[in-house]
């Protein structure tokens, strides 16, 4: 399945803008389950520098540096996508047989296995996902019995999320804490990410953040509007034996063909989109334009 993805940032400037220097996470990464045909970046003004690194995680970087003076940036980034159907079924399979319980994933995460070692970075908490309060950890414990299956427990985490918060638009921001999060039961996808991260790391299972698209449908007997998707957010487990498993408590999915994969970090602050230092005064307006079509549809 072949997907495109327009992704337009557009900054506006209350005023002149003398310099400026940002990096972009727009570029979808290669995976054993997607492999990138295509892509461009477009960036107005014209940068007086670029260049393309890939960071820690994998994500790929495009650093932009803009001497020119302006009152508006504009970073358009244009994809093509090939998600492979059969690869996502097989690991679907996998991940389903994986048995091991969450006492045998937690005694194991406490001794040296050399498959496990790079998973333990993700069990630090970071500024924005700090380690939760006992009163959440009490919340992911009636999940996480001992002797469940940790795949199944994670399942039914998401689908815990999923019933008891509101996705609400506007109630928050990226720097939101996830206890305010919990106690309102209420944010969007990044919230609900950070919030199943931060809970997982706590009771000692490596999690991490993950960023992408999702294709989205229009209601019934309406017309799909052209930038009206979103860049959309989940989480990564991480089971001993089988490896990373995601997923999406926003809608209550295990991750499959209709995903695209932008990046992975400990938290958002490693693959937010566009960031960046202006020299300038004032505020600014952001606004951002997103659009996922199948093209064998």
């Given at each position: 399945?072949?997907?495109?993805?327009?992704?337009?940032?557009?900054?506006?400037?209350a005023?002149?803008?003398?310099?400026?220097?940002?990096?972009?996470?727009?570029k979808?990464?290669?995976?054993?389950?997607?492999?990138?045909?295509?892509?461009?970046?477009?960036?107005?003004?014209?940068?007086?520098?670029?260049?393309?690194?890939?960071?820690?995680?994998?994500?790929?970087?495009?650093?932009?540096?803009?001497?020119?003076?302006?009152?508006?940036?504009?970073?358009?980034?244009?994809?093509?996508?090939?998600?492979?159907?059969?690869?996502?079924?097989?690991?679907?399979?996998?991940l389903?047989?994986?048995?091991?319980?969450?006492k045998?994933?937690?005694?194991?995460?406490?001794?040296?296995?050399?498959?496990?070692?790079?998973?333990?970075?993700?069990?630090?908490?970071?500024?924005?996902?700090?380690?939760?309060?006992?009163?959440?950890?009490?919340?992911?414990?009636?999940?996480?019995?001992?002797?469940?299956?940790?795949?199944?427990?994670?399942?039914e985490?998401?689908?815990?999320?999923?019933?008891?918060?509101?996705?609400?638009?506007?109630?928050?921001?990226?720097?939101?804490?996830?206890?305010?999060?919990?106690?309102?039961?209420?944010?969007?996808?990044?919230?609900?990410a950070?919030?199943?991260?931060?809970?997982?790391?706590?009771?000692?299972?490596?999690?991490?953040?993950?960023?992408?698209?999702?294709?989205?449908?229009?209601?019934?007997?309406?017309?799909?509007?052209?930038?009206?998707?979103?860049?959309?957010?989940?989480?990564?487990?991480?089971?001993?034996?089988?490896?990373?498993?995601?997923?999406?408590?926003?809608?209550?999915?295990?991750?499959n063909?209709?995903?695209?994969?932008?990046?992975?970090g400990?938290?958002?602050?490693?693959?937010?989109?566009?960031?960046?230092?202006?020299?300038?005064?004032?505020?600014?307006?952001?606004?951002?334009?997103?659009?996922?079509?199948?093209?064998?549809?």
């Open positions: 399945m072949i997907y495109e993805i327009f992704h337009e940032t557009k900054f506006n400037y005023n002149i803008v003398t310099f400026s220097h940002n990096i972009a996470r727009l979808p990464k290669n995976t054993t389950t997607q492999e990138l045909l295509e892509h461009a970046i477009k960036i107005n003004p014209t940068p007086y520098e670029v260049s393309e690194f890939t960071d820690y995680y994998g994500n790929t970087n495009n650093f932009m540096l803009i001497r020119e003076s302006h009152k508006s940036l504009i970073v358009t980034s244009t994809s093509k996508v090939k998600r492979n159907l059969d690869i996502l079924k097989e690991e679907l399979e996998l389903k047989k994986s048995d091991i319980t969450v045998g994933a937690l005694e194991r995460l406490k001794t040296f296995n050399k498959e496990d070692v790079l998973a333990k970075q993700f069990l630090f908490e970071t500024q924005s996902i700090p380690m939760p309060s006992n009163v959440i950890k009490n919340y992911i414990s009636e999940i996480f019995t001992p002797e469940k299956k940790l795949f199944e427990a994670c399942n985490f998401m689908e815990r999320i999923f019933t008891d918060f509101e996705f609400v638009s506007g109630f928050s921001d990226i720097t939101t804490p996830i206890e305010l999060i919990f106690k309102e039961k209420k944010g969007v996808c990044q919230d609900f950070q919030f199943a991260i931060s809970a997982l790391r706590g009771i000692g299972i490596p999690a991490k953040y993950m960023s992408g698209y999702i294709q989205t449908h229009p209601l019934e007997g309406q017309e799909k509007l052209f930038g009206a998707d979103a860049s959309h957010a989940w989480f990564s487990a991480y089971i001993p034996g089988y490896g990373w498993a995601d997923f999406d408590p926003t809608n209550n999915k295990i991750p063909e209709e995903y695209i994969i932008l990046g992975e400990k938290d958002y602050n490693d693959i937010a989109p566009l960031k960046g230092v202006v020299l300038s005064s004032g505020n600014s307006n952001l606004s951002v334009r997103v659009n996922v079509k199948r093209l064998d549809d």
